[in-house]
């Protein structure tokens, strides 16, 4: 059965320094999606991405973030600067939006741990 | 903007036990989506629901959503110590946009 991946599974990183979280969405899929959840609280909306251009975004995707579809098959997310309080498991999502499939229905993937020391 | 809230947040029961885990809304639900997660895990999917009154079984586990689609409920029966984990609502919001919102999350710990 086709699922998301993501990569690393788990990113250490220090304050201040750059990361870029990877994901394959469901290779037929048009609309992908990144959420975060800090241990222990919600998980939250990030991003929604269709037609290599962002359709939303949470008020805490602010400049510090960036998505990009580098290819046909990765959907990146990118962290500059990062804080203490990026700390968290980010996951990837994707939905087909193809006629006959249920629409809304997202396919998570397994998350990216990120720790910011 | 719409929210989900899980009730209750933590519930401790014996194993073979029944429990009944919800989820309500605020708005009325376009596609409600339930989730195990280890604690600092990924989602499992476990059912989705989009019909008011509609009930769906898996195993040991059966989620219903009401008429009004404001509220869904997710009962296990002889509930196992597999069943362990944290239980997430989530949602389609009615905003004509793709993002799902989640519930708070109930904690479950089954005692052999």
């Known amino acids: 059965e086709p699922e998301v991946t993501q990569t690393p599974s788990h990113q250490v990183t220090q304050m201040g320094q750059e990361v870029i979280l990877r994901c394959v969405p469901i290779?037929?899929?048009?609309?992908f999606y990144w959420y975060r959840q800090i241990l222990g609280q919600k998980v939250e909306f990030l991003v929604s991405f269709y037609n290599n251009e962002i359709s939303e975004k949470s008020e805490i995707f602010d400049d510090q973030f960036s998505v990009e579809r580098p290819d046909g098959s990765n959907f990146t997310l990118k962290i500059r600067s990062t804080k203490l309080e990026d700390s968290a498991m980010y996951f990837c999502?994707?939905?087909?939006?193809?006629?006959?499939?249920?629409?809304?229905?997202?396919?998570f993937g397994p998350g990216t741990r990120l720790t910011v020391t | 903007s719409q929210e989900l809230e899980q009730s209750p947040q933590s519930l401790i029961v014996q194993e073979g036990k029944n429990l009944t885990i919800n989820c309500t809304s605020s708005?009325?639900?376009?596609?409600l989506y339930w989730y195990k997660q280890k604690y600092g895990e990924g989602l499992i999917f476990l059912m989705m629901l989009q019909k008011g009154g509609e009930e769906k079984s898996h195993e040991k586990i059966t989620a219903k959503l009401d008429e009004k689609k404001q509220q869904s409920s997710l009962h296990i029966t002889a509930s196992q110590p597999s069943h362990a984990g944290i239980y997430l609502c989530g949602a389609d919001t009615t905003s004509g946009t793709y993002k799902y919102i989640f519930g708070t999350g109930t904690r479950l710990k089954v005692l052999a």
């Open positions: 999502a994707s939905s087909s939006g193809l006629a006959g499939d249920l629409p809304y229905e997202q396919y």
């Open positions: 290779s037929n899929h048009l609309y």
């Open positions: 708005k009325t639900l376009y596609g």
